[in-house]
């Protein structure tokens, strides 16, 4: 965590305040834009999702506009699909968990299992990228698909998978800031992206 995110080196901080270090999230960023870049500009199909709808949805959402856009094909799930006492929805061509007239907050890799299952239940092909956060792009990456996404400093999950080789790229910041504090993150990923504004 501390060569990929900038915590702590120090193994007996286990609490309290810890740290992100502004150039591994910007390096991260790079690498993450050049993959959603590459991808969109072949026209592939690609699939986003959240497990942060109160921060990470917005930036999602700019992400598959702006892919949609350049060529890219969003891959719609049929929604609908049930999970705790919710179900699964697609909201701006992302995929989140709704329960109880909100969305919800999740590290569960279970709505991403849900998610794929469907798609191959209907015959349907499984995407060539998947940009997501949390549990939806530990699934992911663990069912074999190439996956790129977000996760906080308390979140090693993501982290460990791309030291593994599975995650492609996991970038290191706070996933639950205000929405309109992601607009320069937006705006510098589909620049680097060669995509256009969202």
């Known amino acids: 965590m501390h060569e990929r995110v900038g915590t702590s080196a120090d193994p007996s901080h286990t609490d309290g305040q810890d740290t992100i270090d502004a150039a591994k999230c910007v390096a991260a960023l790079d690498r993450f834009a050049d993959r959603l870049g590459s991808s969109a500009h072949r026209g592939e199909r690609i699939l986003f999702a959240t497990g942060h709808p109160a921060g990470l949805l917005p930036v999602h959402a700019a992400f598959a506009r702006s892919a949609a856009a350049a060529g890219a094909t ?15 929805r697609q909201i ?20 991403m299992r849900l998610s794929l299952d469907t798609l ?8 060539d990228l998947v940009v997501a956060d949390h549990g939806w792009a530990g699934h992911a990456a663990s069912a074999g698909l190439p996956t790129i996404g977000f996760a906080d400093c308390n979140d090693p999950g993501l982290f460990v998978s791309e030291a593994q080789g599975q995650v492609e790229v996991a970038v290191p910041l706070d996933d639950n800031v205000r929405p309109g504090l992601y607009e320069p993150l937006i705006a510098y990923v589909l620049e680097r992206a060669g995509l256009p504004p969202a």
Do not use: C, K, S, Y
Not at 75 to 88: L, Q, T
Not at 92 to 111: A, N, S
Not at 120 to 127: K, Q, R, S
């Open 120 to 127: 191959a239940a209907e015959g349907l092909e499984p995407p």
């Open 74 to 88: 969003v891959v719609r799930v049929p929604e609908g699909r049930r999970f705790g006492a919710g179900d699964i």
């Open 92 to 111: 701006f061509g992302v995929l989140v968990w709704h329960q109880h007239g909100g969305l919800m907050h999740t590290h569960f890799p279970d709505p």
